[in-house]
């Protein structure tokens, strides 16, 4: 479940000290492993926009898989933003990231300002409207050719893997919604708002019997012209 965001009028502080090892309770490291698996791929960035960066693994973590690259962090819970800030500083990340407490809902982004964008479990926390939208805007932010990191809870098919699924997702929502205020009740179409934003899969991975996904797209800069010539 995404950590921040307030386009769904939640407040995620309360959990900032606590949510680590709520996600190790609840998936062991499975959640860590979906976040940084395909990680490295990132290896040559410049200029990374991570969107709901939570308490900062991400971020710190991009210090050392990319050296080059600038890391910019967009998270609506400034108690997430004072963790991030923390674990990055001490890993001498001062001057290679910066932190941004804004709801991505409200925010736009200079266009083709970044070669890479990371959201890692950030738009289950979205209305498919609202889900569109940012999906939109990230588009808009990334260069020819960039490429977007995304992890996050899906619904296998079919047979007991999507029953499973459905479980987890009910209970996760329902905690979420009785501890931050979340409203969204069921995940967005993200990887399909993706693909229909110009972007293409080049790998992934699943976890937790297919409920957690990752998966890395590059930009198809001629895909995007064909969808925006079609409208």
């Known amino acids: 479940m995404a950590k921040t965001t307030q386009a769904a009028a939640a407040n995620f502080d309360p959990l900032a000290r606590v949510y680590r090892a709520l996600e190790i309770v609840a998936f062991g490291g499975d959640l860590e492993r979906a976040r940084f698996c395909l990680l490295p791929r990132l290896a040559g960035c410049r200029s990374i926009l991570i969107l709901g960066e939570g308490d900062g693994r991400c971020a710190e973590r991009l210090l050392t898989v ?11 819970s400034p108690a ?7 674990r990055v500083a001490g890993k001498g ?20 300002g970044h070669d890479a ?8 926390c979205f209305e498919p409207e609202q889900a569109e939208a940012v999906v939109g805007r990230i588009a808009a932010a990334l260069q020819p050719g960039a490429r977007w990191l995304f992890a996050d809870f899906v619904r296998p098919e079919k047979g007991l893997a999507r029953l499973r699924a459905r479980l987890w997702l009910a209970v996760l929502y329902a905690f ?7 409203r969204v ?3 967005p179409p993200s990887e399909m708002l993706i693909e229909k ?3 293409e899969g080049i790998a992934a991975a699943t976890f937790q019997h297919g409920l957690l996904r990752t998966r890395l797209f590059v930009e198809n800069r ?10």
């Open 197 to 199: 934003a110009g972007f």
């Open 185 to 187: 009740r069921a995940l």
């Open 66 to 76: 990319a050296p080059s690259a600038r890391i910019h962090c967009v998270d609506s």
């Open 93 to 112: 990340g001062g001057e290679r990231v910066t932190f941004e407490c804004a709801d991505v809902l409200g925010r736009e982004f200079p266009v083709a």
């Open 222 to 231: 001629q895909s995007r012209i064909e969808k925006i010539q079609r409208c």
């Open 176 to 182: 979420f919604r009785w501890q931050t205020g979340l």
């Open 80 to 86: 997430m933003i004072a963790q991030a800030k923390a």
């Open 117 to 124: 964008v990371v959201t890692l479990f950030f738009l289950d």
